[in-house]
């Protein structure tokens, strides 16, 4: 078939047209309604995560006072609270929620490119949340196993949920790669083939690029958690042994044989590493933007972000062993992957270094994303310092199972792109619901928040080198461990406690300004980039109206010199835009007449 | 599209519009295609990782060869049939005599459920000859990788349902073209896989 381009199918994206309520909001196939639902669905359950930690650090904090925090429930507390967080959450909203939303607007496009698949998606992306839920309420309750899900544990009877928790586990983590194949092949075809007129690869704003990598990353790397997750609900119900080895349980011999349970740490982490930049590579796209546009400032070293990003991506497929060091390995192989992790921070300090040029000198407005966004800088270049450390074999040996691990990630993959999430949120709140959110609000749940995180993570770091070893219910009594390390748990629970209950903060601003909120401007920031330019506010279906938008320049011409307001949107012909001249302003002129 | 051209341009010095009059892809192909491709490079990942831990498994000392059934010869040879069928489809798609491209089409569909039912028959076959997927995980792997194999040529029957259903109800056959062609190269990648899967399990 002879390529059609999309300005002659332009036609069919009329098909789509809402005809109820249903249709409208229900089987919606409008990547904005997709994009809410998405993303309701991961915060959703990132609640269920948040007071599951918050329930776990209750028997942290305060040992033997929370009752009904027993070990087994102890356990399937912190499994769930990292899966739910780290896939169904980040993941989920970073790519199902803010890819949705933005890949079409941002790129000029009228939707994406299949958008009955992409409805699908989120359909059966509820379907893996459902199934991943059922598991609280089934016999034996939720997989304990530890997020990591390491055989053979996972399926012995010392492992609360090892028979229908760890099903429905694996299978909820199944359905999900399908959902997110489905909605990955949308994203990176959108944004391949349906970018409006003059909308180059290199005209797209970072979101878009972040984006992108990210979901390339996981269209690549959700098949290694896919063939492990298969194989080993084969070992669970089938009885093979394909990770399982020899073993004795409660002193009965199992009649596996033979598997290699290191097999699956390796399937696990050639996924588990890319997953790191799968959530952090959307993060640095919307940053950047946020960033550049409340600096006034273009992105410092465009290109440069582009290859970094690049390069970032690449280089994650090639470090996935550095989780694996306790585990036993070759010298050289684990010389390797630590050579590999060290070099994978030259693009990434390249990008902090960018963020940090791209304020220098700016003409900074501390809008509440800005506030997400800087304090998103702090945190993630100290979750990145000490992932150096980590980096290397002979620091992650002592370190690994200690609370300094615990704080790194947290920093770096945790409170990082959280923060950027929030920093997204109310950056593009006006124009996905057409009013303001609540400023001071926003400002007070920052501070709240960023203030919270460190006062959690920053003395875990100190657990860690204390030696404190993470994933224990009790401690007991330890000599090496003095009391004020329980001191300092119980500090910390009450920080999370209270950075927990702040982000009630957030959906009272999010639910009250959608009615009560100050009406919008359809470009409140002043922002250069596509999505701001639609012609209704929030976007109709189809965005764009009667026509798509052609594009003339990138997505940063913030304070032009001689442009008449501070930004140039991406939209504005070279012959249109406005300058001092036409005003009849002369900065000169006024100067010379001031002198006299 | 130039990877490098395009990667190494910069966006802040050229302004006005780059390109024609139309909105323009990366690549000159149809959306649906680009999107296979990306799929079936997914599918390469899945039948790759599949791969390496058969091999990093076949290393541990329980392991046991199996001696691959020999009718998966006869079965081979029924997916290479419906692979040339497919090919046949879409070269004369774009003729105009109807006749021909449904009993190709058709036929190429058909090859595929025999290539499917032979799979079956081969796991029954093993099945009562005690050759069980708990028993070695050489057995397990077989079942598994060839069961992954025919799921994939499920998915890709349900799509040619769908276009046989569309040739049937008098469509033109230029409307059903991109997914005539769509289903051969899905089917030759999914032929090349079986080969390479064969050559494995047969050799090892």
């Known amino acids: 078939m002879a390529y059609v381009p999309l300005a002659d199918r332009d036609h069919e994206m009329e098909m789509h047209h809402p005809h109820s309520w249903v249709t409208k909001y229900v089987w919606s196939q409008d990547h904005k309604v997709i994009a809410v639902q998405y993303g309701s669905i991961a915060v959703f359950t990132g609640v269920v995560g948040l007071v599951l930690s918050l329930l776990f650090r209750m028997q942290l904090g305060f040992p033997d006072t929370a009752n009904f925090v027993d070990p087994n429930f102890y356990y399937q507390a912190v499994t769930m609270h990292g899966m739910i967080m780290v896939i169904y959450l980040l993941t989920a909203l970073f790519l199902g929620g803010f890819g949705n939303y933005l890949v079409p607007l941002m790129c000029g496009a009228r939707d994406m490119v ?12 509820l379907l893996s949340v459902i199934i991943l839920m059922a598991s609280f309420f089934v016999g034996g309750g939720p997989t304990g196993a530890g997020w990591t899900l390491y055989p053979p544990q996972t399926t012995l009877a010392g492992t609360p949920g090892h028979d229908l928790g760890i099903i429905l586990m694996l299978a909820s983590l199944a359905v999900f790669i399908v959902a997110f194949t489905m909605g990955g092949l949308n994203y990176v075809v959108t944004v391949l083939q349906y970018r409006c007129r003059g909308m180059t690869m290199m005209r797209l704003p970072l979101s878009i690029w972040g984006i992108f990598v990210a979901t390339v990353l996981g269209l690549f790397a959700f098949p290694a958690l896919l063939v492990a997750a298969v194989m080993m609900l084969f070992d ?11 073993i004795i349980e409660a002193g009965t011999p199992l009649d596996y044989d033979g598997g290699s349970p290191i097999l699956f740490q390796h399937l696990f982490w050639f996924f588990g590493h890319p997953e790191v930049y799968i959530v952090a590579l959307p993060a640095f796209g919307l940053v950047s933007d946020v960033l550049s546009c409340h600096a006034r400032k273009n992105i410092f070293g465009y290109r440069m972000m582009v290859w970094a990003i690049i390069a970032i991506g690449g280089l994650s497929f090639i470090v996935w062993a550095h989780h694996m060091y306790v585990s036993g390995m070759n010298p050289y192989f684990g010389f390797f992957f630590a050579t590999t992790t060290l070099i994978i921070a030259v693009p990434t300090a390249l990008k902090v270094y960018n963020w940090v040029l791209t304020l220098w000198e700016g003409d900074i407005r501390l809008n509440a994303p800005m506030y997400f966004a800087i304090g998103f800088i702090f945190t993630f270049i100290h979750g990145g310092l000490t992932g150096l450390f980590l980096g290397n074999v002979v620091i992650d040996l002592p370190l690994s199972d200690t609370y300094f691990v615990v704080a790194h990630f947290h920093m770096v993959m945790g409170v990082s792109p959280i923060l950027v999430v929030f920093a997204a949120i ?40 204390l030696g404190v070893p993470r994933r224990y219910y009790a401690l007991g009594t330890t000599d090496f461990i003095p009391q004020s390390a329980q001191d300092l748990n119980a500090t910390i629970t009450v920080a999370a406690l209270i950075v927990g209950i702040s982000q009630i903060l ?27 330019q639609t012609p209704d506010t929030p976007p109709a279906h189809g965005n764009w109206g009667d026509k798509l938008p052609t594009v003339y320049r ?18 504005t012909p070279e012959s249109e835009e406005p300058t001092v001249q036409e005003e009849h302003f002369d900065p000169d002129q006024d100067k010379s007449l001031a002198d006299i | 599209m130039s990877f490098f051209k395009t990667i190494t341009s910069k966006p802040w010095e050229r302004k006005g519009v780059i390109g024609g009059l139309r909105p323009e892809g990366a690549f000159n192909v149809p959306a649906e295609k680009v999107a296979l491709v990306f799929f079936l490079v997914v599918a390469t990942v899945v039948f790759s990782l599949f791969t390496i831990s058969y091999f990093i498994r076949m290393e541990l000392p329980d392991w046991q060869p199996l001696t691959e059934p020999s009718q998966l010869w006869l079965n081979t040879g029924l997916l290479v049939i419906s692979s040339v069928l497919f090919q046949w489809a879409r070269n004369i798609s774009g003729d105009d005599s109807q006749r021909n491209l449904l009993s190709a089409f058709f036929g190429a569909g058909v090859f595929a459920i025999l290539f499917i039912v032979g799979q079956w028959l081969t796991w029954q076959n093993l099945q009562s000859g005690g050759y069980y997927m708990s028993s070695n995980p050489a057995n397990a792997f077989y079942y598994l990788m060839t069961g992954v194999h025919a799921l994939h040529l499920l998915g890709g029957l349900w799509v040619w349902s769908k276009s046989a259903i569309r040739l049937i109800s008098g469509a033109d056959a230029k409307d059903v073209r991109l997914s005539i062609e769509l289903c051969t190269l899905y089917w030759h990648f999914l032929l090349i896989v079986w080969l390479v899967l064969f050559a494995i399990l047969s050799n090892t």
Not at chain 1, 507 to 521: H, P, T, V
């Open chain 1, 114 to 125: 299949f958008p009955f698949m992409n409805m699908l998606s989120v359909w059966v992306f």
């Open chain 1, 506 to 532: 957030f959906f009272i601003n999010i639910i009250w300004s959608l009615r009560n909120g100050e009406k919008a401007d359809p470009n409140p920031w002043g922002a250069a980039s596509l999505e701001w």
């Open chain 1, 236 to 246: 669970t119900i089938l009885g093979t042994s394909f990770f399982m080895p020899a």
């Open chain 1, 554 to 571: 990138w997505a940063y011409d913030y304070s032009v010199p001689g442009a008449h307001e501070d930004f140039i949107p991406q939209n």
């Open chain 1, 426 to 465: 109310y950056h593009w709140y006006p124009k996905m619901s057409g009013r303001m959110y609540h400023e001071g609000m926003a400002k007070l749940h920052f501070w709240l928040t960023f203030l919270g995180a460190y006062a959690i993570y920053l003395p875990m770091h100190y657990l860690g080198f």
